[in-house]
């Protein structure tokens, strides 16, 4: 069948929702028996996300080829469950760097190299490479940020090019728009909805269909207002309150009738029937009342919660899995340097450390992980958090004194994690860590080993230092367990102290691979022994 496509475009402001509504729709339309692509084109100028701060732009999700990408491609891996690559997410700076190095080769001898069409080209080459890839009969493409930025203008053009390249019966615009309450009357108001989607017709876009975001319901007459003031069919206009339980935003699609909607207008037929049970099961799961565990996730990005969506949608599914309610106590790791916020870590059931960069807040961090190894509090290190619990270990156990990772002291006698050789001669900082997947060995008889019940798994990662194996066998004497390893044995994967009831770490980033139907068992540990020791 010829391809089609759905574009998502922002309006009126961004953070509304854009991605987990395109999620939803990939959802709708997959279990409708199609096969779906997602790709999410970036407006900004860097690369990727790699190399950009937490505080700007949230967490970097990473995808099995190693691909640094938005947050949103999590988003669409948890709604629609497909393995996505480095294809589903562009950024303007990857469409100039691509344009420019073909000019320097004398690919457009000649021709003065313009944002139209040079630009635009590279933009719809990159948007057609997901249909050659992935064989999809249905992309869904969202643009980052609002229409109007001045960033986001040439990914509209080339979207609007494409609109009559693959026939205006092929795609089909879905506008995300919010409509703000007005505190003094409660009312709700549609004018910046209006103007967002003339700023949108303005370069010659009429939506097909409009998605009223709002904290509020939205009534059936202010749908009619907005079909009526923007030029949309009364029935596309599809009102989507603020939903309390993120996964049960394709329910509410669904049970609003906008998946028939949607093949409608692309003049298709369902090939199967829609099976949303499992989700509205899960999401009946979430309400029920549970008892709570309360994890405190010990971070140094904390005031920005997306820098960890990952983290928290898996501690949520491994929360649903052993039928309780999870409570995150956001803990900034220099407040535990400063003696500061610890009430926080002791009345948690668990303590949780994620990853991380550079050397602010690391010492908070390993106040964390001792606090859990002496207390037998349990315990769950991803990345930067099994680094910081190596550290720990070496300094309190071991005696090593000055322990640390290079990363954080360069003149340590003791580097417990240090860069590998291929690592030493990199100078640049973008894409150049460990990434993507790789296999891991669990060894048999660890914690590690009865969470997975697999002998050996594949899993993301996103760092450029390591255990150093020159410590392995004194740790190994003084209770720490390799329970995975690279398969050549090179390369430490997990660790977990032997004697406690579950302190487990690992190198890579398992809350990638998290998915509200099969929550990790790195998690679902962590939360089985915090449930656990919350009984006691
Ligand atoms: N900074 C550490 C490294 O590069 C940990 C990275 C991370 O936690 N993602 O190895």
Redesign the pocket.
């Known amino acids: 069948m010829t391809t089609k496509y759905l574009f998502f475009t922002g309006g009126v402001v961004s953070s509304v929702g854009k991605g987990v509504t395109a999620a939803a729709m990939g959802l709708l339309l997959k279990e409708r028996g199609f096969k779906i692509a997602v790709q999410k084109l970036d407006p900004y100028i860097n690369v990727d996300p790699g190399t950009m701060s937490p505080y700007q732009h949230g967490e970097v999700y990473v995808l099995d080829d190693g691909a640094e990408t938005d947050l949103d491609l999590g988003h669409y891996e948890r709604f629609i469950d497909n393995r996505l690559s480095r294809v589903s997410n562009f950024t303007t700076g990857q469409v100039y760097a691509e344009t420019i190095a073909n000019e320097r080769r004398g690919d457009y001898l000649g021709g003065t190299i313009q944002v139209i069409p040079h630009i635009t080209n590279e933009i719809k080459r990159r948007i057609r490479l997901v249909e050659k890839e992935t064989g999809a009969e249905i992309v869904i493409l969202e643009v980052g940020g609002t229409v109007g930025d001045i960033e986001s203008q040439p990914f509209l053009e080339a979207l609007r090019q494409m609109r009559n390249e693959v026939g205006r019966e092929n795609c089909l615009f879905v506008h995300v728009t919010w409509l703000p309450t007005i505190g003094a009357t409660g009312e709700i108001k549609t004018k910046p909805t209006q103007h967002s989607v003339a700023a949108l017709r303005s370069i010659g876009i009429s939506p097909n269909i409009i998605i009223a975001r709002a904290d509020q319901h939205v009534d059936k007459s202010l749908c009619e207002k907005i079909a009526l003031f923007c030029d949309v069919e009364k029935d596309s206009v599809i009102p989507m309150t603020t939903a309390s339980v993120l996964y049960e935003v394709p329910l509410m699609l669904e049970d609003l009738g906008v998946g028939e909607l949607i093949l409608t207008k692309l003049g298709l037929k369902a090939k199967g029937k829609p099976n949303m049970q499992p989700w509205r099961k899960l999401v009946e799961d979430v309400r029920k009342p549970k008892p709570t565990v309360k994890v405190a996730l010990v971070g140094k990005y904390v005031e920005l919660q997306d820098a960890y969506m990952s983290v928290r949608e898996a501690l949520k599914h491994a929360a649903i899995a052993n039928d309780v309610e999870v409570e995150i106590n956001w803990v900034h790791s220099v407040d535990l340097e400063k003696d500061k916020n610890w009430d926080a870590v002791k009345n948690s059931d668990a303590i949780l450390v994620p990853?991380?960069?550079g050397s602010r807040g690391i010492e908070g961090k390993v106040l964390a992980a001792r606090y859990a190894r002496e207390n037998k509090i349990p315990y769950l290190g991803?990345?930067?958090g099994m680094?910081v619990m190596s550290i720990d270990f070496a300094r309190g156990v071991l005696n090593l004194e000055d322990a640390n990772s290079s990363?954080f002291d360069r003149s340590t006698e003791n580097p417990i994690?240090d860069l590998m050789l291929d690592q030493r001669s990199v100078t640049d900082m973008g894409g150049t860590?460990r990434l993507g997947l790789y296999p891991c060995a669990l060894q048999k008889g660890t914690k590690a080993a009865a969470a997975y019940g697999v002998p050996r798994v594949e899993e993301r990662h996103?760092?450029?230092?390591e255990f150093n194996n020159k410590y392995r066998v004194e740790f190994e004497k003084h209770g720490m367990a390799f329970s995975g390893l690279s398969p050549d044995g090179n390369l430490v994967e997990i660790i977990e102290i032997a004697n406690h009831p579950y302190m487990v770490a690992s190198q890579f980033?398992p809350e990638f691979l998290s998915r509200p139907m099969r929550p990790h068992p790195l998690f679902v540990g962590l939360l089985k022994a915090a449930k656990e020791k919350a009984k006691k």
């Open positions: 990853g991380g960069f991803l990345c930067l680094q990363e994690i860590m996103r760092h450029r230092f980033h």
